[in-house]
């Protein structure tokens, strides 16, 4: 894990922001992001996938739940957007246990709306805040 449990970044050090995130998140497969709406979490989230090696467009799957990118290696990553999901039925016909334990590094947005869930699977969680036009991100576990 980093030195410190938090970053603090401006949107011109989203790289720098994106890098920390990867060497704190070394242990798990599933890292969680929370943060109010326009904290900044899928745009972290860009560049940590382009920082993964991702080569496929990444976009915020707000509509669709969760989109699988690419990446040079072969290797695959999940972005999932919950904010929408309105009961644990929906997680569960979209089949996310799959998705789970598939190996793949699986990032969450709006975790809490799955919280229930997340309790049976390791993962971080990341707590985005803002302050002006900074924003720090926070290693909760």
């Given at each position: 894990m980093p030195n410190a449990s938090s970053f603090r970044y401006s949107?011109?050090?989203?790289?720098?922001?994106?890098?920390w995130v990867i060497q704190a998140a070394n242990t798990h497969k599933i890292w969680c992001f929370d943060g109010s709406m326009g904290a900044g979490k899928t745009t972290l989230?860009?560049?940590?996938?382009?920082?993964?090696?991702?080569?496929?467009?990444?976009?915020?799957?707000?509509?669709?739940?969760?989109?699988?990118?690419?990446?040079?290696?072969?290797?695959?990553?999940?972005?999932f957007d919950f904010y929408r999901i309105k009961d644990l039925e929906e997680v569960y016909d979209l089949g996310y246990e799959e998705y789970?334990?598939?190996?793949?590094?699986?990032i969450i947005e709006w975790p809490e709306k799955i919280e229930e869930l997340l309790t049976k699977?390791?993962?971080?969680?990341?707590?985005?805040?803002?302050?002006?036009?900074?924003?720090?991100i926070h290693f909760v576990y």
């Amino acid at each position: 894990m980093p030195n410190a449990s938090s970053f603090r970044y401006s949107l011109n050090q989203l790289n720098l922001a994106a890098a920390w995130v990867i060497q704190a998140a070394n242990t798990h497969k599933i890292w969680c992001f929370d943060g109010s709406m326009g904290a900044g979490k899928t745009t972290l989230i860009t560049h940590l996938c382009k920082q993964l090696g991702v080569v496929s467009e990444i976009s915020s799957p707000s509509f669709s739940i969760v989109n699988e990118y690419t990446c040079a290696s072969g290797d695959i990553v999940y972005h999932f957007d919950f904010y929408r999901i309105k009961d644990l039925e929906e997680v569960y016909d979209l089949g996310y246990e799959e998705y789970f334990d598939s190996g793949a590094i699986c990032i969450i947005e709006w975790p809490e709306k799955i919280e229930e869930l997340l309790t049976k699977e390791p993962h971080h969680l990341f707590k985005i805040d803002l302050h002006g036009d900074a924003r720090e991100i926070h290693f909760v576990y």
